[in-house]
């Protein structure tokens, strides 16, 4: 039936009943093989599970939140390591039978992960809200991505703090509540913090003030709800690595600390890593910072991820699922201008991104704490594309703001009217 106002017929009903149904029956049937998998297995959500009895601890009284633990598949135990204030988000997990809670959390998980990618293709394209079908095809490839199964594997949280932050950061600048969103994520788990200082050098005083304030909030509710866990957690325990990691050698830690360890095969880097982690800080915050100043604003989020990820004391393999909008940033461009080039540097990230699933089998093998030769680049895959593609930045925003320029001075010189 013909549009009352415009006279052009509506989308077909089925088209729209589709496009609705198929990623809620692509999340049900991730969510059905999740299940599946821990029913014959027993294994793996280990983080879920850690999530869960913290929760449950939290819900038990004061002061416990941080004594408890899970035992993974290989003895490691395994605690909650989050402030508070997530450990009240995550009360209804503590409640739910264990199959359920990996069933909820995976069918989120995939919508969160639809939904980066629409937020992103958004971003870029004005009119990718319309694209609905390429949107799942994304991601159904970004699946087999080891960031991607290895969060899903693991029950990880990851994907809705990206959400969280790619809705605030992408989102009208000029809207009051700008920047809130940051602080809520942070509140949740600390790495999103690094955006506050991203804000600042943008020059947004007021949404870096926002975030601080949604971020402080964040801390008095826990601190209301259960002040004996808190003042523990802000008092000390949040700088224990050792709750977090007992090796930083292990290859699934992919940041500067991990990759510095490996290549000195030795878990005592601090020496190296800090003053490193200093220069790659303010270094990569200031080519976000440039990225958002020449008006690409999703890339310097994406870069300032990066630098979060890069940066930190450890960041698993499934901390680098901000690789899916780098990747569908990169397809879009690529394939607006016809670059070949492009589309195979996509093509060849994604293939990377996933052949790093053998990571497993090095973990598997005991091979994921001692490395030589050419096995040095392969456990050190994703600190090299991350300190790649903060280097490749500048010369791409130069390029950029010299071809801005060369059109700028070409108009100026064109004769009104004619042609030069």
């Not at 699922?321 to 397809?331: F, S, T």
Request: with cysteine; charged share 10%.
């Amino acid at each position: 039936m013909p549009s009352p106002t415009t006279g052009t017929p509506n989308p077909p009903r089925t088209r729209r009943s589709l496009t609705t149904a198929a990623p809620v029956a692509l999340a049900l049937l991730v969510a059905a093989g999740a299940v599946a998998v821990h029913r014959v297995t027993g294994q793996f959500w280990w983080d879920l599970a850690a999530y869960r009895t913290g929760a449950a601890a939290a819900a038990g009284g004061d002061g416990r939140l941080y004594d408890v633990a899970v035992r993974g598949a290989d003895g490691i135990e395994l605690g909650f390591t989050y402030p508070p204030f997530a450990a009240l988000l995550f009360q209804p997990l503590g409640y739910a039978p264990t199959e359920v809670a990996i069933g909820l959390w995976a069918f989120a998980s995939v919508l969160a992960l639809l939904a980066v990618i629409r937020l992103t293709w958004r971003a870029v394209a004005p009119t990718a809200d319309r694209r609905a079908v390429p949107a799942l095809v994304a991601t159904v490839l970004a699946l087999p991505l080891f960031a991607v199964s290895g969060h899903l594997q693991a029950g990880q949280v990851g994907l809705f703090l990206m959400l969280l932050v790619l809705l605030d950061l992408t989102g009208d600048p000029s809207r009051r509540w700008y920047g809130l969103g940051v602080g809520i994520a942070a509140g949740i788990k600390l790495t999103p913090l690094i955006f506050v200082v991203y804000l600042l050098a943008t020059g947004r005083p007021r949404a870096a003030g926002t975030a601080v304030a949604g971020f402080l909030a964040t801390v008095g509710v826990g601190f209301a709800w259960r002040p004996a866990d808190s003042a523990r957690f802000w008092g000390g325990t949040l700088l224990d690595s050792s709750r977090v990691t007992g090796d930083p050698r292990t290859i699934l830690n992919q940041s500067l600390h991990g990759a510095l360890a490996r290549l000195a095969d030795s878990a005592e880097v601090r020496h190296l890593w800090l003053p490193l982690a200093a220069l790659v800080a303010v270094a990569g915050v200031g080519v976000a910072a440039w990225c958002a100043r020449s008006g690409d604003h999703l890339l310097g989020v994406l870069a300032c991820a990066a630098t979060g990820l890069l940066v930190s004391p450890v960041s698993w393999h499934h901390h680098w699922v901000w690789a899916v909008p780098a990747l569908v940033l990169l397809a879009e461009r690529a394939w607006r201008v016809r670059s070949r080039p492009g589309l195979v540097v996509v093509g060849l990230g994604w293939l990377l991104l996933v052949l790093s699933t053998t990571w497993v089998l090095a973990g598997i093998q005991g091979w994921d704490l001692h490395f030589r030769g050419a096995g040095l680049v392969y456990s050190n895959l994703y600190v090299l594309i991350g300190l790649a593609a903060l280097g490749y930045l500048p010369f791409h925003l130069r390029s950029v703001g010299s071809a801005a320029t060369n059109r700028r001075t070409g108009a100026r010189r064109r004769p009104v009217g004619g042609t030069a």
